[in-house]
Nanobody, 123 residues
Framework: QVQLVESGGGLVQAGDSLRLSCVVSGLTFTSYTMGWFRQAPGKEREFVSFISWNGGSTVYADSVKGRFTVSRDNARNRVYLQMNNLKPEDTAVYYC????????????????WGQGTQVTVSS
């Protein structure tokens, strides 16, 4: 069975940093693009970033460009999201997701999802 487990969320102040991690099991990790999405209460889940199977391609939403960095460690089946200079508008549940042999920014393109980790940024 496929499992994606996020960790690293928490309560921080504006300007602080967090690093989110996602550990993946039950699939061939290098066959998947890994994405990060976030969802605030009452709002649609939105794209944050993705990284291709070998890390050669990365894409970021305009709202996080220059502040967030996505990376992956294929030897450990892990993907990371380093979040710097956090803003209150970054407050959301953050999800990692796996897209089989694709490069996608749309939620419906992804095949597997984690349970999410809460990030709260106070002003």
């Amino acid at each position: 069975q496929v499992q994606l487990v996020e960790s690293g969320g928490g309560l921080v102040q504006a300007g602080d940093s967090l690093r989110l991690s996602c550990v993946v099991s039950g699939l061939t990790f290098t066959s998947y693009t890994m994405g990060w999405f976030r969802q605030a209460p009452g709002k649609e889940r939105e794209f944050v970033s993705f990284i291709s199977w070998n890390g050669g391609s990365t894409v970021y939403a305009d709202s996080v460009k220059g502040r967030f960095t996505v990376s992956r460690d294929n030897a450990r089946n892990r993907v990371y999201l380093q979040m710097n200079n956090l803003k209150p508008e970054d407050t959301a549940v953050y999800y990692c997701a796996a897209d089989w042999r694709g490069l996608a920014t749309l939620r419906e393109e992804y095949d597997y999802w984690g349970q999410g980790t809460q990030v709260t940024v106070s002003s």
